[in-house]
């Protein structure tokens, strides 16, 4: 999935989350596919989004 929306920034900022078997996100720089993916298990990606969610990214 590719966010259509970017809250600030330059329009370069940019990232595809896409889900994986276990329940968890592989994310990676949609301008920069080579530059790698990450992958964040379930437990992690719940406590980054409960994190964006507290305003703890200062947004």
Not at 5 to 30: L, Q, W
Not at 43 to 52: D, H, M, S
Request: proline share 2%; charged share 20%; hydrophobic share 35%.
């Amino acid at each position: 999935m590719t966010s259509s929306y970017s809250g600030g920034g330059s329009a370069n900022e940019c990232v595809e989350v896409a889900h994986t078997a276990d329940g968890g996100r592989a994310v990676r720089d949609s301008k920069d596919r080579a530059a790698g993916t990450q992958f964040h298990g379930p437990g992690e990606w719940a406590a980054f989004v409960a994190a964006l969610k507290d305003g703890r990214f200062g947004g």
